[in-house]
């Protein structure tokens, strides 16, 4: 930091539940203040939403280090306070993350906070929840319900597909009927997905031209009538192609009505969170993230294991 210059106040919170929760702080904190960036950790309390409002007015930034679901549990305290988000992945599949092209290695993405600008991102948001990666009915909210936090943190993205093996042999097609752009139709599905973000599901592609500041929602329905098909339908869904299947419907919208014959839980990065009916709008540039201009985010690696969703 440069002589006279006053270091910004960070506060800075981690979830120790993450899977990495336990990496040491040491370097990451060395690397914020060589880069004027002084962090601040308040110990006791672990809800991070209320530790953000409280802490407020006396910072200049938050810093979460976790994965996509502390990111979620933040997001309210976020766009209330108006404070720009310094993401240290952390957490199992880091889709936020990967979206904004962070680098996975904690110090390097600490440097990068010191170093970019934050940027306007948007959120989801369904019956008022905020998420920023995507929204499932169906298969992936019995998937969420089903995959623990010790399960993840132990198996990472292996733990996700132990779980859709053993879900997948009791989900079962349901009727959803969609109102959006002055249409109303009814459907029959296994899953409905909602997307804010480019990624999700520790490998999947919401949609092949997505970002998180395009100011749209991405819907697809997998229509399909044998899980097996599902397994065709993976390099499509790690591609973000899957909407050029036959059964496979998929659209652009700012705002969508999912009803359900019966209550259905609704996953929103990976923790579930309402029920059906659901109303999902978007709300563009809710929220400020440091990260790369998005000419200048580069292509990241996804994990060896996904999921078919």
């Not at 007015?57 to 280090?65: F, N, T, Y």
């Not at 904690?106 to 906070?113: D, K």
């Not at 540039?285 to 580069?298: D, H, T």
Request: hydrophobic fraction near 40%.
């Amino acid at each position: 930091m440069s002589a006279g210059r006053q270091a910004r106040r960070a506060l800075l919170l981690v979830n120790p539940n993450a899977r990495n929760g336990g990496f040491s702080l040491d370097a990451v904190r060395d690397t914020l203040r060589q880069g004027g960036i002084e962090p601040f950790e308040p110990k006791g309390d672990p809800d991070c939403t209320a530790v953000i409002k409280r802490h407020a007015e006396g910072s200049d930034l938050v810093i979460l280090g976790g994965g996509d679901g502390t990111l979620n549990a933040a997001a309210p305290a976020l766009v209330e306070t108006g404070l720009p988000l310094g993401i240290l992945p952390l957490g199992t599949a880091n889709d936020l993350a990967r979206s904004l092209g962070l680098p996975s290695d904690p110090v390097a993405a600490a440097s990068l906070i010191a170093t970019e600008e934050a940027r306007p991102v948007d959120l989801g948001c369904v019956n008022g929840h905020y998420y920023f990666n995507v929204a499932s009915i169906g298969f992936s909210a019995e998937l969420a319900g089903d995959l623990t936090a010790e399960s993840k943190k132990k198996w990472g993205t292996v733990g996700y597909g132990i779980a859709a093996m053993r879900v997948l042999r009791r989900v079962r097609p349901f009727t959803v009927y969609l109102e959006h752009d002055g249409q109303t139709e009814t459907i029959t599905t296994i899953q409905v997905s909602v997307g804010n973000g480019r990624h999700y599901g520790g490998g999947m592609t919401v949609e092949e031209t997505a970002t998180v500041d395009d100011g749209k929602l991405d819907f697809y329905s997998l229509e399909v009538k044998h899980w097996w098909r599902l397994l065709a339908l993976l390099p499509a869904l790690r591609r973000g192609t899957q909407g050029k299947a036959a059964d496979v419907r998929a659209f652009h919208t700012t705002e969508i009505v999912v009803k359900t014959k019966k209550p259905r839980p609704v996953n929103t990065d990976g923790e579930l969170s309402t029920y059906t009916p659901a109303h999902f709008k978007v709300c563009p540039k809710a929220v400020r993230i440091f990260a790369p201009e998005a000419s200048q985010r580069p292509g990241v690696a996804r994990p060896t294991f996904t999921l078919p969703f």
